[in-house]
T-cell receptor, first 116, second 114 residues
Framework: GAVVSQHPSRVICKSGTSVKIECRSL??????MFWYRQFPKQSLMLMAT?????????EQGVEKDKFLINHASLTLSTLTVTSAHPEDSSFYIC????????????FGEGSWLTVV | GDSVTQMEGPVTLSEEAFLTINCTYT??????LFWYVQYPGEGLQLLLK?????DKGSNKGFEATYRKETTSFHLEKGSVQVSDSAVYFC?????????????FGKGTKLSVKP
């Protein structure tokens, strides 16, 4: 069964509104989660590293005030796209590191965001 | 900077055909290499990996060999099935053994027809 759950899988929102995407680890606690974004015909690009109990680390070029990341518990990280615009329409996917032998990483199902 | 280039799809094959999806990379240091698969409606799953030159990763009939001399990690399968229809992503991590921070290719969609 699924190890990581991401919700919602698809969301359409109006320009100017905010959208929250959740990423949950179901079977284990995770101190680190990653958020990726994929534009059409582009690679999955790392946006930020979410650290439980501390501020997220953003990749260069990613606006931290626009993409708010909250990792308030060991099983949940949220990505909020604030004041969304059509150019934010993309595929967002999270990954979770399961600490231990091999540090296995699991991905969520991904979320398709369309801003109209 | 570090990057991954994989062949663009979509790739359409008949069942039992031979599959090759090319992947080449550019990296400073010594990357680990991965192939991920995403079936419709599901998250990415690790298909196979290789952590050093000449290593061969294999899983579910898929294979890929880490070729440092050609900076390649091509994915192959001798006989594909309809159930292999998915999007395949080649990826690298420059931190040896770590999968946390990955650099992905654009993905290649494979469709297998009966």
């Amino acid at each position: 069964g699924a190890v990581v759950s991401q919700h919602p899988s698809r969301v359409i929102c109006k320009s100017g509104t905010s959208v929250k995407i959740e990423c949950r680890s179901l079977d284990f606690q995770a101190t680190t989660m990653f958020w990726y974004r994929q534009f059409p015909k582009q690679s999955l690009m790392l946006m930020a590293t979410s650290n439980e109990g501390s501020k997220a680390t953003y990749e260069q070029g990613v606006e931290k005030d626009k993409f708010l990341i909250n990792h308030a518990s060991l099983t949940l990280s949220t990505l909020t796209v604030t004041s969304a615009h059509p150019e934010d329409s993309s595929f967002y996917i999270c990954s979770v590191v399961r600490n231990g032998a091999g540090n296995t990483i699991y991905f969520g199902e991904g979320s398709w965001l369309t801003v109209v | 900077g570090d990057s991954v280039t994989q062949m663009e799809g979509p790739v359409t094959l008949s069942e039992e055909a031979f599959l090759t999806i090319n992947c080449t990379y550019t990296a400073t240091g010594y990357p680990s290499l991965f192939w991920y698969v995403q079936y419709p409606g599901e998250g990415l799953q690790l298909l196979l990996k290789a952590t050093k030159a000449d290593d061969k990763g294999s899983n579910k009939g898929f294979e890929a060999t880490y070729r440092k001399e050609t900076t390649s990690f091509h994915l192959e399968k001798g006989s594909v099935q309809v159930s292999d229809s998915a999007v395949y992503f080649c990826a690298l991590s420059v931190r040896r053994g770590s999968q946390g921070n990955l650099i992905f290719g654009k993905g290649t969609k494979l469709s297998v027809k009966p």
